[in-house]
């Protein structure tokens, strides 16, 4: 009775592989600020290229590669799993969205991608205020469960709309207003965090912050 969007969504839905999965997907590129810092690489280059865009083009690629890097690395499990099981078993318990097998799959792994993207921009921005690399490395994971905690003191009206966990669910937001409401808050806040990045950047720059 097992099938790909079954064992999707138990892997998704546990705790621990989110955990590893918002490490991993960070790694790539967030520790990129605390290297330039800690060597001096920031001087030269915020000199050639100022400030503005040193932060707006780290702050864009980290996002699109750790987009980038989850969605592939949760395709290519779903492509692997596929040699063995179905995509998709009608007597599974796991029912269509969308009633398009594939386009559930894309919709289930694009909103986690998000997911993780968004969590990698607050582990951008914490790193410019401690730029230690390892602390940079653990960020998203950090911010993800300190998030869940001050949510669950919130009423269910308030929470379920910053509910980062419910949102990253594709089933949770389907419909024209929740996608675009998901991708909104996702895309929208990570540019927030994108604004306090470039502050603290500045602020570091400008001998404001030790």
């Not at 969007?5 to 705790?15: A, S, V």
């Not at 000199?47 to 980038?68: A, D, E, W």
């Not at 951008?124 to 653990?138: E, Q, V």
């Amino acid at each position: 009775y097992s099938c790909c969007l079954y064992y999707f969504d138990l892997l998704t839905g546990l705790f621990q592989f989110r955990t590893i999965l918002l490490v991993i997907s960070a790694i790539p590129f967030v520790t990129s600020f605390c290297n330039d810092w800690n060597n001096k690489y920031i001087m030269p280059l915020s000199v050639r290229t100022g400030i503005s865009k040193y932060c707006i083009s780290k702050m864009i690629v980290g996002f699109i590669s750790s987009l980038s890097v989850t969605f592939i690395g949760l395709f290519l499990y779903i492509f692997i799993l596929a040699i063995k099981v179905p995509f998709y078993n009608p007597s599974s318990t796991e029912e269509l969205v969308t009633n398009n097998v594939f386009l559930d799959l894309f919709g289930d792994i694009g909103t986690f991608s998000l997911f993780a993207a968004f969590w990698f921009s607050f582990a951008l921005m914490l790193s410019a205020l401690l730029p230690n690399k390892f602390l940079a490395s653990a960020a998203s994971f950090i911010g993800f469960y300190l998030w869940d905690v001050v949510i669950a003191f919130l009423p269910y009206d308030i929470s379920k709309y910053i509910d980062t966990r419910a949102l990253s669910r594709f089933d949770y937001s389907y419909s024209v207003l929740g996608i675009s409401y998901t991708c909104f808050f996702f895309i929208v806040i990570s540019a927030v965090f994108g604004l306090f990045f470039y502050n603290i950047v500045k602020r570091r720059l400008g001998n404001e912050l030790v």
